[in-house]
């Protein structure tokens, strides 16, 4: 069992929902990157989403885009990402770490020497937006064979042949867009949402996280009436970007705590 399942199988029976923050590594710079994980869990999150930088990405909205190309301004590439949970595992051999990024840079480095390398460095799950289920069966047994829990996006327009699909291939938990559009969008409906969550669990057991809308404790709060887990990563970049980076570890922790109170309510 994983620490995402392990995590999620404890959450369940102590009726915790899950709190997912995610940062792109080396934004505002590398030297901060392992700090702020361990600033978000001291502040109560639960499993952390760590991007990897990429320059031409899909479902990212304009500020990880930005934060992407600050990253990558500082040469920070998929191998320093590595590295930077292999820091954070010095400290931290609990908390769960999901990959976020996209399909070049694994392929640039090889699956073969990605998928053992990921496992020795502490990747506990992997989100990659452009492999879809119905064509990296294989890449996600070797994930699987190596601990690792493939994640894999649903969508408002997803059909339920591709829910299905994901939750066959798929493990760990079943990452939700919560609107149609990209990270950071304003427009979240959460009662749309928590309509369209019962249809998701009819054909899967696997935990569901809401994201690509979530931006205080309040939309947290109310999406977390039907999900496991709620992911927010656009409105903490913003709060990142408002101030000096000797600030942001303070800042990321200030950010976290009342969405976590609000959980906890």
């Keep these: 069992m994983s620490r995402i399942q392990a995590l999620f199988e404890a959450f369940k029976s102590r009726q915790r929902k899950a709190l997912i923050m995610f940062v792109t590594a080396g934004d505002p710079d590398p030297a901060l990157t392992v700090p702020l994980m361990h600033g978000l869990v001291e502040a109560g999150a639960d499993i952390l989403e760590l991007g990897v930088p990429f320059s031409d990405p899909m479902a990212d909205g304009p500020v990880i885009q930005r934060a992407s190309e600050r990253a990558l301004a500082k040469g920070v590439a998929l191998s320093d990402v590595l590295g930077m949970v292999r820091s954070f595992r010095a400290r931290d051999s609990a908390t769960p770490i999901v990959l976020m990024g996209y399909a070049n840079p694994i392929e640039a480095m090889g699956v073969e020497r990605f998928v053992p390398a990921a496992s020795d460095a502490g990747i506990d ?141």
Excluded at 132 to 155: K, N, T, W
Excluded at 170 to 185: D, H, Q, R
Excluded at 230 to 245: D, G, K, M, N
Aim: hydrophobic fraction near 45%; aromatic fraction near 6%; proline fraction near 6%.
């Design 125 to 265: 799950g992997l989100i990659v937006v452009d492999y879809p289920p119905e064509e990296c069966a294989v890449f996600a047994q070797a994930l699987q064979r190596h601990g690792i829990d493939p994640i894999f996006l649903l969508a408002p327009t997803s059909t339920e042949q591709r829910v299905e699909e994901v939750a066959r291939v798929g493990s760990g938990f079943i990452y939700y867009v919560s609107l149609k559009g990209v990270t950071g969008a304003g427009h979240l409906d959460v009662e749309d949402v928590l309509a369209k969550l019962p249809k998701i669990r009819a054909v899967t057991r696997l935990p569901i996280g809401v994201g690509f809308g979530i931006r205080d404790a309040d939309s947290a709060r109310r999406i977390a009436r039907q999900a496991d887990a709620v992911v927010i990563a656009s409105r903490l970049i913003e709060a990142l970007e408002r101030v000096p980076e000797a600030q942001a570890v303070e800042c990321a922790r200030a950010f976290v705590r009342p969405i976590r109170a609000a959980l906890d309510t």
